[in-house]
């Protein structure tokens, strides 16, 4: 499925939102990464301890290449892509808003390629059939007008019978 190579560019400009967000939050794109890595198929938390050690070392002691550059060497050892130490180290030091992008890129196309992982990783939320009322009118002498609702395909009508019940008949709700 996929080669020895990065399937995700290191520079992306657009869509301008994960750019943006790589550049301006880099310790919580860094953060949800990091649980990636550790657990797919958890949501990350928004205070994890990788954000706030990354968003220390950014800020504090501008080492949060080292950081990346171990990121990035466990990505690829894992999905086994062609590079080296040296060239890790010096992506991560000079493209570190790049590399964070690219780390989360990269992982959320594997991991949607694999089939795992949280909603996270592809956004996969489906709402639920939505509820819906209907208007069950019966013939005069049978128990008059009913209301009722359905989700999906079970129906209930508003004295609590369910449709095998209306089915047998008025004397069974």
């Known amino acids: 499925m996929f080669s020895g190579e990065w399937q995700t560019n290191l520079i992306r400009c657009f869509p301008c939102g994960p750019f943006w967000r790589a550049i301006c939050c880099p310790c919580v794109v860094y953060g949800e990464t990091a649980q990636r890595l550790r657990d797919p198929t958890v949501d990350a938390e928004k205070d994890n301890d990788e954000c706030v050690e990354f968003g220390r070392d950014y800020c504090l002691f501008s080492t949060c290449a080292l950081d990346l550059k171990e990121h990035r060497a466990e990505i690829r050892r ?65 128990g008059g007008h009913q209301q009722g609702y359905t989700r999906g395909t079970a129906q209930k009508s508003g004295r609590g019978c369910d449709n095998e019940a209306q089915e047998q008949g008025p004397q069974r709700c």
């Open 78 to 142: 894992r999905y086994r892509i062609k590079g080296s130490p040296a060239n890790d180290c010096l992506v991560s030091c000079f493209c570190s808003g790049c590399v964070v992008m690219q780390h989360d890129d990269e992982l959320k196309a594997r991991l949607a390629a694999a089939g795992v992982g949280s909603s996270v990783v592809g956004d996969q939320y489906k709402a639920e059939e939505p509820m819906q009322m209907q208007m069950q009118i019966q013939a005069p002498g049978r």
